[in-house]
């Protein structure tokens, strides 16, 4: 098969999509050289991406703009025509796919930037999920969401869930710990670790709110949240002063990858009080680093963390400081999530999520190959 791929967040945005797609793409390639794989994208790839691709002799990049990926599919005789981001802007012989990750914005509006709003963009994407030939999506419970609120029928729907790669582990070197805590300000001797930055389904504020109600917390732990700092951080910084957290509280903003590493694998728990998540790839990257993890138990996160977290109802600001209390204080809990954290990280891999793609692509050939006769 032909098979072409919007790979636009690929030149743009590494951060969760970005870095979903990178990896998925990077075990397809490697699965199926038997296929021919067309990658279009707008704007250059990064010079890694760029080299990989380039060396395997069944991939192509295409620098093509946006608009013009529908006639580009058309005149590379494309078989399937994948979207990996919302939109489904080119088709090929055999159908259309788009990969449509959560439905946060639909769940939990925000103010928008757009002319009309959100409910513009909720319009354009339930149409693109039902003309298209299979929607991807990253959890079960995305998938019960793109039935109930976009009316797309469940076997038109597949699962490519994410996994964690090989960058997330534990770093156990006492000296790299204490380098990286210096770096971003954490001199109480153990800390929370939480992300997400200001968006509203993050549930900063009410992780805050939790921790102030902590008092064994409050007055040994710092609370660092990495994550950037922009549109609603007013929010966050009145819970802040509110609780009079403000020697204890840290907001590093983005940080490397190196350096979350060595976040996640320092700190005494990780706390994931989301509202909603399509996934919840956080929970799954602590795990890795061998961390206790707390986390809502809200939309896709149960199915995502199995038995390997303390679950809390994300709204109950007084359950979670007991909950944080209890795995911060109690040796033996602590140890046993961080062992089921661990094996749970292991349900997950990248080729297994590949070969779930693949066969996407190829039901979708098969289907088109017995209407035919």
């Known amino acids: 098969m032909r098979i072409a791929l919007d790979v636009s967040p690929l030149a743009r945005n590494r951060a969760g999509i970005g870095t979903y797609i990178a990896h998925l793409l990077t075990s397809l390639v490697r699965l199926a050289p038997e296929h021919e ?13 760029h080299a990989f691709f380039d060396a395997q002799p069944h991939v192509r990049v295409v620098r093509c703009p946006a608009w013009l990926m529908g006639l580009r599919a058309w005149w590379d005789q494309i078989d399937v025509f994948h979207g990996l981001n919302y939109k489904l802007r080119g088709w090929g012989r055999y159908g259309g796919v788009v990969t449509i990750y959560d439905l946060s914005l639909d769940r939990i509006p925000q103010p928008s930037r757009k002319l009309l709003g959100q409910r513009w963009s909720f319009l354009g994407t339930r149409r693109t999920a039902r003309r298209a030939s299979r929607v991807v999506t990253i959890s079960t419970h995305s998938a019960a969401d793109i039935v109930e609120l976009y009316g797309v029928p469940r076997e038109r729907i597949a699962i490519v869930g994410p996994a964690v790669g090989q960058e997330f582990y534990p770093v156990v070197d006492p000296t790299v710990q204490a380098s990286v805590k210096m770096r971003y300000g954490i001199r109480r001797k153990a800390f929370v670790l939480s992300g997400g930055g200001t968006e509203l389904r993050k549930n900063i504020a009410g992780l805050i709110e939790a921790f102030g109600r902590a008092p064994r917390l409050r007055e040994k732990l710092n609370l660092v949240v990495v994550g950037g700092m922009g549109r609603g951080a007013d929010a966050i910084w009145e819970a802040v002063r509110r609780a009079r957290l403000e020697e204890a509280v840290i907001f590093p903003g983005h940080v490397p990858l190196e350096d979350l590493r060595v976040l996640y694998s320092s700190c005494a728990l990780f706390a994931f009080p989301s509202l909603y998540e399509g996934f919840g790839m956080p929970v799954l990257e602590a795990m890795a680093c061998g961390v206790p993890v707390v986390s809502s138990n809200a939309s896709s996160l149960p199915e995502v963390a199995g038995d390997a977290a303390l679950f809390v109802d994300p709204c109950d600001a007084e359950a979670w400081a007991q909950a944080m209390t209890r795995v911060f204080e109690d040796a033996n809990l602590h140890e046993d999530l961080r062992r089921r954290g661990a094996l749970r990280v292991k349900a ?4 297994q999520s590949a070969r779930n793609l693949l066969r996407v692509y190829q039901e979708l050939a098969s289907s088109e190959g017995e209407r035919r006769n």
């Open 37 to 49: 794989f067309l990658l279009y994208t707008p704007d250059p790839l990064p010079r890694k991406d």
């Open 348 to 351: 997950f891999s990248w080729e």
